[in-house]
């Protein structure tokens, strides 16, 4: 399958993050988990590298590449620390690519740049305490004065908040008393107005920073606002989109690491005077885990191939999403299974990639709301 979807420039690439996960990431992983720590030298080395800006322009300071380079960076990460692979896909698809898709010129010359080096991470913040999958209930007001918006409202649980320089947000604008609907503005960090919660205490991500954002009478220039004021909604549900293929990725990475670690422990484990992947009932785990992680990968690398030719995404991606999300809640489990007791135990892996997998079924739309989305996608051809 690589060789349908993989040129001799993604095998570079996956040779080249692959290398530096193991040496620079793997090492710390665990420590990051165990005191919930912001991974900061890691986002520093990744920037130094090129990766904070994998698929955007190279005008804009941006690594050129396309999306399935940006899936197979975030995959590799994830296989050994998940909580800089979210970090760095969080401020990529979420907090950057609204910027390279709808910024003007000039919003690209500044914010694009700084966020594709890495110079500044990014943030975006569409949760709020009442809307989540109802994202189109989003009470967060920006009222027009002049020529700036006043802003009050609150978002929960935004991935990055603590550390970006710029978070992008969803806020019904309102000019002239009329309601034009919901826009997507951004903040950069330090305005007044600007709050931010203390990080959540979470049951895995530990490292990846998560919080709530006030806006308190916050005033921003009305410069601030990504493409026009009533397209909001539909800007977002196109980054939304794009952002399932990125997790997926990531959720790919969790199923072969804890895969890969269950592989090798059932070839060193015995029990009853024999390898415990001599025993059927370990061996057909593992057949089943090996069949769904390659049925995954074609479903993850599928959707970011057509990304990558322009074709629509929404059906694939949602698929993508749903099913590895899905598949790395089903393969942690097992991992341990195969581990038995040190399963449980932190030294081995596996309890982290369990802890780390549950959010793959509820961020970025819950499978709840992926089933609507490929019911209404493939309900459509009815119609036909
Ligand atoms: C660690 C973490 C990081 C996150 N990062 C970000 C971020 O960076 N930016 C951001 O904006 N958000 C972020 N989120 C928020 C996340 O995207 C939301 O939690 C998610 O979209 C679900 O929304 P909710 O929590 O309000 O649940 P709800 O929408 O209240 O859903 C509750 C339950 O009801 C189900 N449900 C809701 N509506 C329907 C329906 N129509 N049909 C069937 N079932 C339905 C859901 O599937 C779910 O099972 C993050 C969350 C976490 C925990």
Request: glycine share 10%; hydrophobic share 40%.
């Amino acid at each position: 399958m690589s060789k349908i979807y993989l040129k001799e420039e993604h095998l570079l690439l996956q040779k080249m993050v692959r290398d530096f996960s193991n040496q620079e990431l793997k090492p710390i992983a665990q420590e990051i988990d165990k005191k919930s720590q912001f991974p900061h030298e890691s986002i520093k080395k990744i920037s130094d590298l090129g990766l904070m800006g994998i698929p955007w322009p190279q005008e804009y300071g941006g690594g050129g590449m396309d999306n399935q380079s940006l899936v197979i960076a975030i995959e590799e990460m994830a296989k050994v620390c998940v909580s800089t692979a979210v970090t760095v896909m969080a401020h990529t698809s979420l907090g950057t690519g609204p910027f390279a898709a709808f910024g003007n010129e000039s919003q690209k010359n500044f914010y694009l740049r700084k966020l594709s080096s890495g110079e500044m991470i990014g943030a975006f913040g569409l949760t709020e305490p009442n809307a989540g999958s109802d994202a189109g209930n989003t009470q967060t007001k920006a009222i027009l004065d002049g020529d700036k918006y006043i802003v009050n409202g609150q978002k929960v649980f935004c991935t990055n908040a603590g550390y970006a320089g710029v978070i992008i947000f969803t806020a019904q604008i309102i000019e002239n008393g009329k309601n034009k609907g919901i826009g997507a503005l951004f903040v950069d960090a330090g305005t007044k107005g600007l709050k931010l919660g203390s990080p959540e205490n979470k049951m895995g991500w530990k490292g990846s920073d998560t919080r709530s954002v006030y806006f308190d009478q916050m005033e921003i220039s009305s410069d601030n606002i990504l493409g026009a004021p009533d397209k909001g909604f539909k800007q977002f549900l196109k980054t939304l989109t794009g952002g399932r293929i990125t997790i997926a990725a990531l959720s790919l990475g969790i199923c072969e690491a804890a895969y890969q670690a269950a592989l090798n422990y059932s070839n060193e484990r015995t029990a009853f005077g024999k390898k415990i992947n001599e025993f059927q009932s370990i061996a057909f785990k593992l057949s089943d885990m090996a069949t769904q992680i390659e049925a995954a990968r074609h479903l993850v690398y599928h959707a970011a191939w057509l990304k990558d030719r322009d074709e629509s995404i929404i059906k694939e991606a949602a698929m993508a999403k749903l099913f590895t999300s899905e598949l790395a809640m089903k393969i942690t489990t097992e991992a341990i299974q195969i581990h038995g007791g040190f399963g449980y135990i932190r030294e081995y892996n596996v309890e982290r990639f369990f802890r780390d997998s549950k959010i793959l079924e509820i961020g970025e739309g819950t499978s709840e709301v992926q089933r609507i989305i490929i019911a209404r996608e493939i309900l459509k051809s009815l119609n036909y």
